[in-house]
C-alpha cells in the first residue's frame, strides 16, 4: 500500500475513530452512574456538579464566541433556559432515576428510542414529512415501528438469563443495593421514567430548532445551557433533599464519576461528535449507538455481575435492526428532498446520550446530550421550514 493511499485510509477512517472514544465514554459514564445511584447519590445533586464541570470544560472553546455575546435577549435567555429544562434537567433526570430502578443495559436500551420519538413528535409539529408513497419513507416508518417494538419486548418478556464470568465489583456488605440484586429493582417505575426522559430529549431536539436559529454559537449556547442546568438542578434538588450528607464531596468515586461524566461524557463528547458531524452529516453519530449497548452489556456482565436475560437480547437485536432501517430511511429521504427541515436531523446527530442522553445523551446516545451542535454547510437548514417548525412549537 502506498503512501498516499495510506493518507487517504487515515483521513477516511478519522471519523470512524472520533466515535470509538465518544462510545467508551458513555460505556464509563453508564457504569459510574449506576454504582453511585445503588450507593444513594442524589441524582440532583449528581447532575448539577456535572454540568458545573461541563460548563468549565467548555468555557476555554466558548470563550472564542465571546463576540456573539451580544446577541443573547430575553427571548434567547427563555429559550436557553427551556432547552437546559428539557434536554438536562428533566431529561437526565427521569433517565438516572429509571437507571437506578433496572440496569445499565435496560436503561440505554431507551437511548436508541431518541432518535424515533422526536422523528415522531416533528411529524405532529408538522416540521417532519414522511412519504409513504417512496421507499425510503416506508422503511422510515417500519425502522420505527422496530424500535418501539423492541421496547416492549425487552419490558415486558424477561426470559431466562445468564452470567458472562464472575463479577469483580465489591459492593459493601452493609449495603442493601447490590446491583445484581433484582429486589431493589423496579422495572415498571423504571420503564415510564426511561420512556418520560425520552420524551424529554424529543422535546429538547424540538426546542433546537428556534434556539439555534436565534443563537448559533454552538459553544457559547452549550457552556450557557450547562450553567442553567447546574442552577436548575440545585434550586429543584434544595427542593427535594437540604441534608448536607447529599450534597457532600469527598475523595471517593462520587467525585469520579462527576469529573468523568463532566469532562469526558458531556464536554469531549460534544466536540468530537461536533467534528464527526462536520465530516460525514448529522446521520453518522448514531451509527454507531449500538456499540454502547453491546459495550455496557458485556462490561456490566462481567464487572458488576450482571445477568443479561433473553429477553433483553431478543428486544436489543429487533430495537438496533430498527435503528439501522430508521437512520437508512432518513438519509435517504434527505438526500431527495433539497427542503427537508432538520429538527430530526439534529437529535439524529446526538445521541442519548444523553444520557444519554439525557442522558444521551447519548448517549447516547447512548450520550447523554448537552446541546445541540449548529448546523454545518453538509446540513442546512432551510430557513422557511425551520421558522414554520419553530413558530409551530413556540409556547
Known amino acids: 500500500m502506498g503512501v498516499n493511499q495510506m493518507q487517504k485510509l487515515l483521513k477516511a477512517s478519522r471519523p470512524i475513530l472520533a466515535m470509538l472514544p465518544v462510545q467508551i465514554f458513555a460505556t464509563g459514564m453508564q457504569l459510574l452512574s449506576k454504582v453511585i445511584l445503588n450507593h444513594g447519590t442524589f441524582v440532583f445533586a449528581l447532575m448539577a456538579y456535572r454540568h458545573l464541570v461541563a460548563a468549565l470544560c467548555v468555557a476555554p472553546f466558548a470563550f472564542f464566541e465571546r463576540r456573539n455575546a451580544n446577541k443573547l435577549s430575553w427571548q434567547v435567555l427563555f429559550w436557553l433556559f427551556l432547552s437546559a429544562f428539557t434536554g438536562i434537567t428533566a431529561a437526565m433526570g427521569l433517565y438516572y432515576y429509571g437507571l437506578r430502578d433496572t440496569t445499565a ?38 425502522g420505527a415501528i422496530l424500535c418501539v417494538g423492541g421496547v416492549v419486548i425487552t419490558s415486558v418478556y424477561r426470559g431466562k438469563g445468564f452470567h458472562i464470568g464472575h463479577h469483580v465489583a465489591h459492593v459493601n456488605d452493609n449495603t442493601n443495593n447490590n446491583t445484581s440484586n433484582e429486589g431493589g429493582r423496579h422495572w415498571g417505575r423504571g420503564t415510564l421514567l426511561l420512556l418520560g426522559s425520552c420524551f424529554s430529549y424529543s422535546t429538547w431536539f424540538v426546542v433546537q430548532v428556534k434556539l439555534l436559529k436565534l443563537f448559533p454559537s454552538k459553544y457559547l449556547a452549550t457552556m450557557l445551557t450547562c450553567v442553567i442546568a447546574c442552577i436548575q438542578s440545585t434550586l429543584l434538588g434544595l427542593c427535594l433533599d437540604t441534608n448536607n450528607a447529599s450534597w457532600k464531596l469527598g475523595w471517593d468515586l462520587q467525585l469520579l464519576t462527576i469529573l468523568y461524566s463532566g469532562a469526558l461524557a458531556t464536554a469531549a463528547t460534544f466536540c468530537l461528535m461536533t467534528w464527526a458531524i462536520s465530516m460525514q452529516g448529522p446521520t453518522f453519530p448514531p451509527m454507531f449507538n449500538p456499540l454502547t449497548l453491546i459495550f455496557v452489556a458485556i462490561s456490566e456482565g462481567i464487572i458488576l455481575g450482571e445477568e443479561i436475560k433473553v429477553g433483553s437480547m431478543l428486544g436489543t437485536g429487533v430495537m438496533v435492526a430498527g435503528l439501522y432501517c430508521f437512520l437508512w430511511g432518513k438519509t435517504k429521504e434527505m438526500k431527495k428532498s433539497a427542503h427537508l427541515p432538520r429538527a430530526t436531523a439534529a437529535a439524529l446527530a446526538i445521541e442519548a446520550a444523553t444520557a444519554t442522553s439525557e442522558p444521551a445523551p447519548l448517549p447516547s446516545a447512548a450520550v447523554v446530550p448537552t446541546a445541540s451542535p449548529t448546523p454545518n454547510n453538509n446540513t442546512p437548514i432551510a430557513a422557511s421550514d425551520a421558522e414554520q417548525g419553530c413558530n409551530r412549537s413556540n409556547p
Do not use: W
Request: net charge positive; glycine share 2%.
Open 105 to 142: 443495559t435496560y436503561a440505554t436500551n431507551f437511548l436508541n428510542l431518541i432518535p424515533v420519538v422526536t422523528f415522531v413528535i416533528s411529524s405532529m409539529l408538522r416540521i417532519e414529512k414522511v412519504s409513504l408513497k417512496r421507499r425510503a419513507g416506508r422503511i422510515t416508518v417500519v
